[in-house]
């Protein structure tokens, strides 16, 4: 908490080039384009980063294989080119993985979506493994949990997919930009703003104390994803795109194929949709759904679920159908997708043919520019195009080296990787099945994981699971507290982790340590308003969590050592 106060502080009554509305994948990815370029940035977001349309994708890093139905070929070069340029910078978060795509004959037979693998592949500048064609007996013997009775063949392309979470891959976004010199700040609301001069002076909130103050910025950017048309309104400026909202769903359940097998696997649904089965550790996420809606607004409906449950069970294998009791976790958003206002409203659009592509437009005169649409992996394009229009705006920066994005240098993660090997950091855990110690370590917080190394080195019980039915260790709540803005327990549960997502509800509320997770993350003195905060008030915090252990002294001590990354 007191690095968020540190930047709110820096934000009240400051003076800066840029302000950011909105800390999602575009608003993120802008302030660490635009603070690593030199500019004066201040983001903030009136939630969580990422806690909306940014926390409900499908966690891939995708050219967009979909896209070519529509022959939006500019469109699939582009997504081609950045997952390329992230798979390069993000070797330990983004790996490429198969997409595997069981087919009928029907919406395309598997030959002719072949030659569409093989023309994708290519438009992706051979940037991944090449694709192939899959015959029926292949897939039987690759993987037996698909029900291949109606399918005719399939294919085999290649993509990417984030290893941990989307909401944290979009945060080490804010922390690029803090390094940077950004201030960034969550949960403050944009309350109003009105242009003075040669200036914007902008009104926020604190929405977790009500506090309000003020901020001053040359330029705008507007990247309040589904909510930009209403926030453009209040300013009263007019733009040639709008957004409409398209509704989709995951369901979270245990995991479906086979642990040898790890790809995506690819169908296409009653009503000729993709849809997929996609790997998250032990668990499987099926999805996404299309739902045409008006309002960015939503939730999960029975009939939601009952749709992606039946299509799956209609084209799985499985000992036993899939019900709801299987459900660990569900994810709901919108797709804020881009339309050009031409005077109609938004049932005029066949929202069914629109794509994922983004817009960035800027109003000159009042030195707004807005960020439309758009999507995870889109985003290094659009933090480029909207340097360019704050220069343009007369804001200066400093040449692009491409350093404001990526994981530290080779040499850097070499000697991580030393270090941990000596001091044995990976036999010091016995849980089964999973991921090396130093892997993770290195995956989440890359430059930031030497000083748990040595917090580790000082007291071992900080290389401790807190929760039995998660997979994080005591220093990583520590470095949570201190480096990652974590101001509601759901923002780490949720968000900086993904903890509820593949951790059943009762095995949360039944884990004793959440009491030990709430005291590091937030103090003992507030502990318990923010457990209370989590569960729905203080009468309904489980017993097991209200009587868990508190930190010992031992590792509270060992968890201040975190000093700033080299």
């Known amino acids: 908490m007191a690095l968020r106060q540190t930047h709110i502080d820096r934000i009240r009554d400051g003076s800066f080039d840029t302000l950011i509305i909105g800390g999602g994948i575009n608003g993120a990815v802008t302030a660490a384009s635009l603070a690593g370029r030199g500019a004066s940035v201040a983001l903030v977001d009136r939630g969580d980063f990422a806690h909306f349309t940014s926390q409900a994708s499908s966690n891939m890093v995708w050219g967009g294989f979909k896209y070519l139905e529509n022959y939006e070929f500019w469109l699939v070069f582009k997504l081609c080119q950045s997952r390329n340029r992230l798979m390069r910078a993000y070797r330990a978060n983004i790996k490429e993985i198969g997409f595997y795509a069981a087919l009928q004959d029907k919406p395309y037979k598997p030959w002719f979506a072949a030659l569409g693998a093989f023309g994708y592949w290519g438009i992706g500048q051979f940037g991944t493994k090449p694709p192939r064609y899959l015959s029926t007996e292949r897939i039987e013997k690759e993987e ?75 330029t705008i950017v507007n990247a309040a994803g589904p909510f930009v048309d209403e926030t453009n309104q209040g300013w009263g400026l007019q733009t040639d795109h709008r957004i409409v909202y398209s509704k989709g769903i995951h369901l979270v359940v245990p995991r479906l194929t086979t642990r040898n097998h790890d790809k995506v696997l690819a169908f296409y649904d009653d009503a000729e949709r993709l849809f997929y089965v996609i790997p998250m550790g032990h668990r499987s996420v099926i999805g996404t759904t299309d739902t045409r809606v008006d309002t960015p607004y939503t939730e999960v409906t029975d009939d939601d679920i009952d749709f992606l449950l039946a299509q799956i069970n209609a084209r799985l294998d499985l000992d036993e159908p899939l019900t709801r009791s299987d459900i660990i976790a569900d994810r709901c958003g919108v797709r804020p997708l881009v339309v050009q206002t031409d005077g109609g409203d938004q049932q005029d659009v066949d929202w069914t043919k629109l794509s994922r592509k983004h817009a960035v437009e800027t109003d000159h005169r009042q030195r707004v520019v807005t960020i439309f649409g758009g999507k995870l992996t889109d985003c290094l394009n659009i933090g480029e195009e909207v340097a360019a229009e704050i220069e343009q705006l007369g804001v200066p920066l400093e040449r ?108 949360i509320a039944a884990s004793a340590g959440l009491r030990e997770v709430a005291e590091i993350l937030f103090g003992a003195d507030d502990a318990d308003r923010r457990l209370a905060e989590y569960f729905g008030g203080e009468d309904r915090v489980p017993a097991a969590v209200r009587a868990g252990p508190r930190p010992t002294e031992a590792t509270k001590s060992a968890g201040h050592t975190l000093v700033s990354p080299r």
Do not use: C
């Open 144 to 218: 037996p949990a698909i029900n291949t009775q109606e399918v005719a063949g399939g294919i085999e392309y290649r993509d990417g997919l984030l290893i941990d979470n989307d909401a944290r891959f979009v945060f080490s976004f804010v922390r690029s930009a803090i390094e940077a010199g950004a201030a960034a700040a969550n949960y403050v609301e944009l309350v109003s703003a009105r242009r003075d001069g040669n200036r914007w002076i902008a009104r926020l909130r604190d929405v977790d104390t009500g506090d309000e103050f003020q901020t001053h910025a040359r």
């Open 400 to 507: 692009d080296l491409h350093n404001w994005y990526g994981e530290p240098a080779k040499a850097t993660k070499k000697e991580f990787f030393r270090q941990a090997r000596l001091m044995k950091l990976d036999r010091i855990r016995s849980k089964p099945e999973v991921e090396p110690l130093s892997d993770r370590l290195w995956r989440r917080y890359g430059r930031r994981a030497f000083a748990m190394l040595d917090a580790i080195r000082e007291e071992p019980a900080m290389a401790e699971d807190i929760m039995g039915s998660a997979d994080y260790i005591r220093i990583e709540l520590h470095e949570a507290a201190r480096s990652e803005m974590v101001t509601k327990l759901e923002d780490f549960m949720r968000r900086r982790s993904k903890i509820e997502l593949v951790v059943r509800d009762e095995d």
